[in-house]
């Protein structure tokens, strides 16, 4: 430790460190500040996290006309700062969480200590596996509707995807393509019911029911010129496909697709720690109403803990809990002034 003392790294250690962001960090470094925590909060590699890829929110409580997704983060970061929040431009390379003060390794090449630790991280989106996605993707084919829809002006595209993000994107998108159909593997959606029929009235978008996206065609010269469909009247085409049942493949010409087909949580600075985290890597949360991981100072908030609501008010929700749970964990800790305690076992 090059010479310095555990007190003394106990004395240098901060108080809360929030990662992330978004929606729920921004929430969580409001409530820590006007704590008097000094909360810091990295950013990480999408500061804002994915309400930067929004244009309007309609549905968060206070905003009968909508406030952009921007401006939402904006205000968000300043009522932050306001109290006192600082914010770094950094993501967390690795995690040490078996000791106390935890310590963090950054991007930056710093390391830093602190009590208690907000994970605010939420996800990104999710690749579907299309042969030359790797080779295409910001070439025409995108997962933010919101970022490059308007470099398809009189394309016609695809939106890959049942859920609410497919259908966004098809309602964003037919704005200026000449086209949008939204491919989903089976013929039901998953989107909530004024969603799916925002996009089923939509003279722009149809449907390809019992889809899915095999091959991308194109080159990073010519963008996205077309795609390979595989389909299937039983839904799941491309399982059928990989076993070797029969299914019809289809080439259609395009100018662009957007996957919608859902995110996956940003945990994997925390695969080697002792943070549990669940099959498809979200944190894992005490049962109840708690923010609390069963490695006591470590908390979650927002969608990288929450694989259900993933709203923005519930994010900001978590977060301001994440906060409390912090500051009541911190004061307890106080109490005891058992700052250099073992953590008790996972
Ligand atoms: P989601 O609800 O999990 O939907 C993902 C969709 O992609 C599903 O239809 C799924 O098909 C399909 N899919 C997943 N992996 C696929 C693959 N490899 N290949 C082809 N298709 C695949 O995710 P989401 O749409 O991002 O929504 C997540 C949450 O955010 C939801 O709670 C949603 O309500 C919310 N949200 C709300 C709004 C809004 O209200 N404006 C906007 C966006 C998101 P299956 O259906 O067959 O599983």
């Not at 901060?14 to 470094?29: E, W, Y």
């Not at 994915?50 to 401006?71: A, S």
């Not at 996205?224 to 399982?239: C, E, F, Q």
């Not at 709203?311 to 009541?328: F, H, R």
Request: proline residues 3%.
């Amino acid at each position: 430790m090059n010479g310095t003392t555990t007190e003394s790294i106990t004395e240098s250690a901060r108080d809360v460190v929030i990662v992330g962001s978004g929606v729920s960090g921004l929430s969580a470094a409001v409530y820590a500040a006007r704590a008097d925590l000094d909360p810091l909060v990295l950013e990480g590699p999408e500061p804002g996290g994915q309400l930067t890829l929004t244009t309007e929110v309609e549905n968060y409580l206070g905003f009968p006309e909508g406030v952009g997704g921007m401006e939402l983060l904006q205000r968000g970061k300043e009522q932050a700062e306001r109290f006192g929040a600082t914010f770094e431009r950094a993501t967390v390379e690795s995690a040490h969480l078996e000791d106390r003060p935890f310590a963090l390794e950054l991007s930056t090449g710093d390391a830093i200590e602190t009590r208690a630790l907000i994970v605010a991280t939420g996800a990104s989106a999710r690749w579907v596996g299309a042969e030359n996605e790797d080779e295409l993707m910001g070439y025409g084919l995108s997962t933010c509707a919101t970022c490059d829809g308007a470099f398809h002006r009189g394309d016609d595209v695809l939106v890959i995807g049942g859920g609410d993000s497919a259908m966004e994107e098809a309602l964003f998108l037919a704005r200026f393509a000449e086209s949008v159909t939204v491919v989903h593997r089976r013929d039901e959606l998953r989107a909530s019911d004024i969603m799916a029929r925002r996009a089923r009235d939509h003279e722009k978008i149809s449907f390809r029911w019992n889809a899915e996206l095999l091959e991308i065609h194109g080159s990073r010269d010519d963008g996205v010129t077309g795609a390979t469909l595989v389909s299937h009247p039983d839904g799941y085409p491309k399982d059928r496909y990989q076993d070797g049942d029969g299914v019809d493949l289809e080439t259609v010409e395009i100018g662009g697709i957007f996957y919608g087909v859902g995110h996956v949580p940003n945990t994997d600075f925390l695969v080697d720690t002792p943070v549990p985290l669940d099959d498809e890597g979200h944190l894992l949360t005490e049962t109840g109403m708690t923010t609390k991981t069963a490695v006591e100072g470590v908390f979650g908030a927002g969608d990288v803990m929450d694989p259900d609501y993933r709203q923005a008010v519930t994010a900001a929700g978590t977060g301001s809990m994440a906060a409390l749970d912090a500051e009541t964990w911190l004061d307890e800790l106080e109490a005891t002034a058992d700052f250099d305690a073992p953590l008790e076992a996972v």
